[in-house]
């Protein structure tokens, strides 16, 4: 069986999204490198008993690949990665009442109710939940 250990999200500071990703959005750091230079490797994932086994790497989005990716991303309004969570309206509340800037608010979308944040490092994020 096959199964996803680490995806990543290109950011355009890895100190910074580090940040947004644990203090703002409570993911915990799973790893967090110094390897010189200025370069960090780091990654985060779901709060303890959540999905242990997946990280997400915080990749540099420097360079002219990663760079001309996201900014394409970003400007057609898609997001970089897709986010569940149990209760989108709350979250959705936690997350404007602490600054985060929200391009979609909740909305049905297919089977889902979804909303798409700014996640301050040069993407969009999309959060779910299934529709009840």
Same mark, same amino acid.
């Given at each position: 069986?096959?199964?996803?250990?680490?995806?990543?999200?290109?950011?355009? @500071?890895?100190a910074r999204?580090?940040?947004?990703? +644990?203090?703002?959005?409570?993911?915990? +750091?799973?790893?967090?490198?110094?390897?010189?230079?200025?370069?960090?490797f780091?990654?985060?994932g779901?709060?303890?008993?959540a999905?242990?086994?997946?990280?997400?790497?915080?990749?540099?989005?420097?360079?002219?690949?990663?760079?001309?990716?996201?900014?394409?991303?970003?400007?057609?309004?898609?997001?970089?990665?897709?986010?569940?969570?149990? @209760?989108?309206?709350?979250?959705?509340?936690?997350?404007?009442?602490?600054?985060?800037?929200?391009?979609?608010?909740?909305?049905?979308?297919?089977?889902?109710?979804?909303?798409?944040?700014?996640? +301050?490092?040069?993407?969009?994020?999309?959060?779910?939940q299934?529709?009840?």
């Amino acid at each position: 069986m096959i199964k996803v250990a680490m995806t990543g999200v290109y950011v355009d @500071d890895v100190a910074r999204a580090h940040a947004f990703y +644990t203090d703002v959005l409570g993911f915990e +750091t799973r790893l967090h490198m110094d390897l010189g230079d200025d370069i960090l490797f780091v990654t985060v994932g779901a709060p303890a008993g959540a999905q242990p086994e997946l990280q997400l790497l915080l990749e540099p989005g420097q360079g002219p690949i990663a760079e001309s990716y996201r900014s394409a991303l970003y400007e057609a309004g898609i997001p970089c990665i897709v986010f569940s969570v149990d @209760d989108l309206r709350a979250e959705y509340a936690r997350l404007r009442g602490v600054g985060v800037r929200f391009t979609h608010p909740p909305q049905r979308q297919g089977p889902v109710l979804a909303a798409v944040f700014d996640d +301050t490092c040069g993407n969009l994020v999309q959060l779910v939940q299934p529709k009840e």
